[in-house]
Protein backbone atom coordinates (compact mmCIF):
# COMPACT_ATOMS: atom_id res chain seq x y z
CA UNK A 1 0.00 0.00 0.00
CA UNK A 2 1.31 3.58 -0.43
CA UNK A 3 -0.30 6.31 1.74
CA UNK A 4 0.98 7.87 5.03
CA UNK A 5 -1.36 8.63 8.27
CA UNK A 6 -1.69 12.36 8.67
CA UNK A 7 -1.43 11.78 12.44
CA UNK A 8 -3.40 14.60 12.27
CA UNK A 9 -5.29 14.19 0.08
CA UNK A 10 -6.71 15.05 -2.89
CA UNK A 11 -3.15 17.27 -3.05
CA UNK A 12 -3.05 14.54 -5.55
CA UNK A 13 -2.66 16.04 -9.05
CA UNK A 14 -6.13 16.87 -8.13
CA UNK A 15 -8.26 14.05 -9.24
CA UNK A 16 -7.88 10.34 -7.86
CA UNK A 17 -8.16 10.00 -10.93
CA UNK A 18 -6.73 11.52 -8.27
CA UNK A 19 -6.80 13.90 -5.85
CA UNK A 20 -0.46 15.75 -4.60
CA UNK A 21 0.73 15.71 -1.18
CA UNK A 22 -2.12 17.22 -3.46
CA UNK A 23 -5.29 15.48 -4.56
CA UNK A 24 -4.47 19.24 -6.17
CA UNK A 25 -3.37 18.53 -9.74
CA UNK A 26 -6.83 17.30 -10.04
CA UNK A 27 -7.50 14.10 -12.13
CA UNK A 28 -5.83 11.80 -10.57
CA UNK A 29 -7.28 8.28 -8.79
CA UNK A 30 -4.13 8.24 -6.38
CA UNK A 31 -2.88 11.65 -5.03
CA UNK A 32 1.09 12.42 -6.20
CA UNK A 33 3.55 11.95 -3.72
CA UNK A 34 6.30 13.32 -2.00
CA UNK A 35 9.30 11.51 -2.74
CA UNK A 36 9.88 8.13 -3.87
CA UNK A 37 8.46 4.91 -1.94
CA UNK A 38 9.29 3.49 -0.03
CA UNK A 39 10.00 6.42 2.35
CA UNK A 40 11.02 7.06 5.97
CA UNK A 41 7.99 8.37 7.66
CA UNK A 42 9.01 11.50 8.23
CA UNK A 43 10.52 12.36 5.33
CA UNK A 44 6.96 11.05 3.22
CA UNK A 45 5.09 13.41 5.67
CA UNK A 46 7.83 16.09 5.10
CA UNK A 47 6.88 19.90 3.74
CA UNK A 48 8.09 20.90 0.56
CA UNK A 49 9.97 16.95 -0.18
CA UNK A 50 10.29 16.77 -3.81
CA UNK A 51 7.30 15.46 -5.62
CA UNK A 52 8.18 12.49 -8.10
CA UNK A 53 5.78 10.38 -10.43
CA UNK A 54 4.51 7.34 -8.80
CA UNK A 55 5.75 4.21 -9.87
CA UNK A 56 3.16 1.44 -11.82
CA UNK A 57 3.59 -1.08 -8.91
CA UNK A 58 3.06 1.96 -6.21
CA UNK A 59 -0.35 2.85 -8.36
CA UNK A 60 -1.53 -0.69 -8.62
CA UNK A 61 -0.99 -1.47 -4.89
CA UNK A 62 -3.45 1.32 -4.56
CA UNK A 63 -6.11 -0.24 -5.88
CA UNK A 64 -8.42 -2.73 -4.07
CA UNK A 65 -8.87 -3.79 -7.45
CA UNK A 66 -7.49 -3.79 -10.42
CA UNK A 67 -6.30 -0.78 -11.22
CA UNK A 68 -7.82 0.71 -14.61
CA UNK A 69 -5.43 1.74 -17.07
CA UNK A 70 -6.24 4.47 -19.56
CA UNK A 71 -3.45 3.18 -22.24
CA UNK A 72 -4.44 6.51 -24.72
CA UNK A 73 -4.94 10.39 -24.10
CA UNK A 74 -6.97 11.78 -21.25
CA UNK A 75 -10.48 13.33 -22.31
CA UNK A 76 -11.37 16.56 -21.18
CA UNK A 77 -14.81 18.48 -21.48
CA UNK A 78 -15.21 22.20 -21.21
CA UNK A 79 -16.67 23.55 -17.86
CA UNK A 80 -20.10 22.64 -17.17
CA UNK A 81 -22.10 25.18 -14.91
CA UNK A 82 -23.74 22.09 -13.67
CA UNK A 83 -21.06 20.61 -11.90
CA UNK A 84 -21.48 22.70 -8.59
CA UNK A 85 -25.19 21.47 -8.73
CA UNK A 86 -24.40 17.66 -8.88
CA UNK A 87 -21.79 17.76 -6.06
CA UNK A 88 -24.21 19.95 -4.01
CA UNK A 89 -26.86 17.16 -4.66
CA UNK A 90 -24.18 14.21 -3.67
CA UNK A 91 -22.79 16.28 -0.46
CA UNK A 92 -26.49 16.10 0.58
CA UNK A 93 -26.90 12.44 0.40
CA UNK A 94 -23.63 12.08 1.91
CA UNK A 95 -24.46 14.37 5.06
CA UNK A 96 -27.75 12.64 5.48
CA UNK A 97 -25.63 9.49 5.75
CA UNK A 98 -22.86 10.67 8.28
CA UNK A 99 -25.02 12.39 10.74
CA UNK A 100 -23.41 10.33 13.49
CA UNK A 101 -19.94 11.65 12.15
CA UNK A 102 -18.17 15.18 12.87
CA UNK A 103 -17.13 15.79 8.88
CA UNK A 104 -16.84 18.25 6.36
CA UNK A 105 -17.28 18.07 2.31
CA UNK A 106 -15.34 20.24 0.17
CA UNK A 107 -15.91 20.56 -3.82
CA UNK A 108 -12.44 19.84 -5.20
CA UNK A 109 -10.58 19.36 -8.41
CA UNK A 110 -11.00 20.88 -11.66
CA UNK A 111 -15.18 20.66 -11.65
CA UNK A 112 -14.96 23.25 -8.92
CA UNK A 113 -13.04 25.90 -10.49
CA UNK A 114 -15.90 27.70 -12.85
CA UNK A 115 -14.14 28.01 -16.52
CA UNK A 116 -11.77 24.97 -16.17
CA UNK A 117 -11.79 22.18 -19.04
CA UNK A 118 -12.25 18.50 -17.15
CA UNK A 119 -12.93 14.92 -17.35
CA UNK A 120 -16.57 14.75 -16.56
CA UNK A 121 -15.64 13.61 -12.73
CA UNK A 122 -16.86 15.51 -9.51
CA UNK A 123 -14.16 14.55 -6.89
CA UNK A 124 -15.05 15.74 -3.53
CA UNK A 125 -13.22 15.60 0.04
CA UNK A 126 -14.32 14.32 2.82
CA UNK A 127 -12.75 15.54 6.18
CA UNK A 128 -13.53 13.18 9.27
CA UNK A 129 -11.93 13.06 12.55
CA UNK A 130 -9.93 9.27 11.48
CA UNK A 131 -9.49 8.52 7.99
CA UNK A 132 -8.16 4.80 8.74
CA UNK A 133 -11.39 4.63 11.06
CA UNK A 134 -12.92 2.81 7.88
CA UNK A 135 -16.00 1.64 9.93
CA UNK A 136 -17.07 5.36 10.47
CA UNK A 137 -18.21 6.13 7.05
CA UNK A 138 -17.55 3.27 4.08
CA UNK A 139 -20.49 1.00 5.26
CA UNK A 140 -22.94 4.24 5.41
CA UNK A 141 -21.48 5.75 2.14
CA UNK A 142 -22.29 1.68 0.59
CA UNK A 143 -25.98 2.17 1.06
CA UNK A 144 -25.95 4.91 -1.16
CA UNK A 145 -23.72 3.43 -4.30
CA UNK A 146 -20.15 4.76 -3.07
CA UNK A 147 -17.62 1.97 -3.23
CA UNK A 148 -14.10 1.78 -1.34
CA UNK A 149 -11.63 1.94 -4.68
CA UNK A 150 -8.88 3.12 -2.86
CA UNK A 151 -6.86 2.20 0.52
CA UNK A 152 -3.36 4.65 1.34
CA UNK A 153 -2.46 3.97 4.90
CA UNK A 154 1.11 5.01 4.71
CA UNK A 155 0.11 8.10 2.94
CA UNK A 156 -2.08 10.05 4.98
CA UNK A 157 -4.51 7.37 5.60
CA UNK A 158 -6.05 8.60 2.33
CA UNK A 159 -9.06 6.62 1.43
CA UNK A 160 -11.07 6.89 -1.97
CA UNK A 161 -14.49 6.25 -2.92
CA UNK A 162 -16.28 6.21 -6.18
CA UNK A 163 -19.82 5.73 -7.28
CA UNK A 164 -21.01 5.62 -10.92
CA UNK A 165 -24.17 7.20 -12.80
CA UNK A 166 -24.41 10.71 -11.10
CA UNK A 167 -26.14 12.63 -13.71
CA UNK A 168 -25.80 13.40 -17.74
CA UNK A 169 -23.50 15.98 -16.78
CA UNK A 170 -20.99 14.17 -14.70
CA UNK A 171 -19.98 10.04 -15.04
CA UNK A 172 -19.05 9.71 -11.68
CA UNK A 173 -17.56 11.12 -8.38
CA UNK A 174 -14.43 10.37 -6.87
CA UNK A 175 -14.94 10.90 -2.76
CA UNK A 176 -11.63 11.52 -1.26
CA UNK A 177 -11.37 11.04 2.35
CA UNK A 178 -8.67 12.66 4.82
CA UNK A 179 -8.36 13.45 8.56
CA UNK A 180 -8.94 16.47 10.04
CA UNK A 181 -6.29 18.49 10.26
CA UNK A 182 -3.94 16.92 7.60
CA UNK A 183 -2.00 19.55 5.77
CA UNK A 184 -3.04 17.98 2.70
CA UNK A 185 -6.65 19.58 2.96
CA UNK A 186 -4.88 22.82 3.15
CA UNK A 187 -3.03 22.25 0.08
CA UNK A 188 -6.00 20.76 -2.24
CA UNK A 189 -8.30 24.01 -0.88
CA UNK A 190 -5.47 26.44 -1.43
CA UNK A 191 -5.09 25.51 -4.71
CA UNK A 192 -8.89 25.48 -5.79
CA UNK A 193 -9.09 28.45 -4.45
CA UNK A 194 -6.36 30.23 -6.52
CA UNK A 195 -7.74 28.65 -9.46
CA UNK A 196 -11.17 30.68 -8.78
CA UNK A 197 -9.92 33.47 -8.11
CA UNK A 198 -6.59 33.97 -10.45
CA UNK A 199 -7.95 34.45 -13.56
CA UNK A 200 -3.77 34.18 -15.31
CA UNK A 201 -3.51 30.82 -13.24
CA UNK A 202 -6.44 29.29 -14.27
CA UNK A 203 -5.67 30.09 -17.79
CA UNK A 204 -2.18 28.46 -17.31
CA UNK A 205 -3.25 25.51 -15.91
CA UNK A 206 -6.18 25.03 -18.44
CA UNK A 207 -3.43 24.93 -21.00
CA UNK A 208 -1.64 22.90 -19.12
CA UNK A 209 -4.16 20.44 -19.25
CA UNK A 210 -5.36 20.84 -22.90
CA UNK A 211 -1.98 19.90 -23.67
CA UNK A 212 -0.90 17.25 -21.41
CA UNK A 213 -4.29 15.41 -22.06
CA UNK A 214 -2.98 15.25 -25.86
CA UNK A 215 -0.41 12.84 -24.98
CA UNK A 216 -1.25 9.02 -24.61
CA UNK A 217 -0.89 7.91 -20.94
CA UNK A 218 -0.89 4.28 -19.19
CA UNK A 219 -2.81 4.91 -15.95
CA UNK A 220 -4.90 8.41 -15.08
CA UNK A 221 -2.28 8.75 -12.01
CA UNK A 222 0.91 9.35 -15.15
CA UNK A 223 -1.52 12.17 -16.44
CA UNK A 224 -2.01 13.97 -13.28
CA UNK A 225 2.00 13.45 -12.09
CA UNK A 226 2.73 15.30 -15.43
CA UNK A 227 1.01 18.55 -14.26
CA UNK A 228 3.23 18.41 -10.33
CA UNK A 229 5.38 21.53 -12.10
CA UNK A 230 2.69 23.83 -12.71
CA UNK A 231 0.82 22.69 -9.88
CA UNK A 232 3.82 23.60 -7.53
CA UNK A 233 4.44 27.12 -9.39
CA UNK A 234 0.73 27.78 -9.19
CA UNK A 235 0.98 27.27 -4.76
CA UNK A 236 4.12 29.01 -5.05
CA UNK A 237 3.08 32.18 -6.15
CA UNK A 238 -0.63 31.34 -3.75
CA UNK A 239 1.66 31.06 -0.59
CA UNK A 240 3.95 34.32 -1.49
CA UNK A 241 0.52 36.47 -1.49
CA UNK A 242 -1.06 34.65 0.93
Not at 54 to 78: D, F, S, W, Y
Not at 102 to 121: F, N, Y
Amino acid sequence: MIAAGCGCVLLSAYGIAYAYSLIVAFDSDVMPRNGAFPMPEEERQAPGTPRVPMTTAEIEAAHLGEARKLNGQVTLVEYDPQWPQVFEREAERIRDRLGHVEHRIEHVGSTSVPGLPAKPVIDMLLIVPDSADETAYVPPLEGIGFQLVIQEPEWYEHRVLRRHGLAPSAESANLHVLSTGCPEVGRMLRFRDRLRTHSGDRELYARTKRSLSQQSWQYMQNYADAKTEVVEEILGRAGHEA
